[in-house]
């Protein structure tokens, strides 16, 4: 009788350039993005933003080896040509709000720092409450659900209209046009409408 094979079970080759995407995000710290499979091999995290951005290493070196590691990825606010001036500034200050308030909202809080003017056990510090208030205020003025979901995953979460049209099955005009609504809605909330051209943010 032949005798059975012993071997296990190869696990199934890497989609091109994943093993490398994973070689890179490892030598930079950048391992948010990843996860252990069933074989023990760390791969990218499907279906994130993250996992979608591509790194490249200068002289297909190694960043230990004094390679500049940089991040090829399209900013949606900025790829979508059809956007005006005043549509690209509202929804970067979306996503700045929105950093800024998941970032206060991690750091360890001194106990000093306190709305009630120091005392220990006073509350939350002022700086915390206003990121998160403003971003907050930001997200209602988007109003309608649909349109919010759209700001959301473009801005924030760096989707592309392509990637939302298909899982929606939306046209891409329909993407772009609730986009658009959204940032005309949160330029009004931020006062950038009706501002001269060329006037910075305050």
Known sequence: MPRKSSKKPQPPKLPKGEAEQVRIRREVGHDFALKTDAFSRQRLTPGTAEARRVYEVS?????STGGIVRLRNVDPLVGITSLTRQQREAGQRFRDDFERSLREGLQ???WSERIDGGRVGGGVPDRVLSAGR???HAAAALAHWEVADVVRKICLEGQSVKAIAERTGEGRDVVVKLLKVGLDLLAVHYGIVGRKAGQGLR
């Open 108 to 110: 360890p809080q001194s």
């Open 134 to 136: 403003a971003y907050a």
């Open 59 to 63: 002289n297909g070196g190694y960043s």
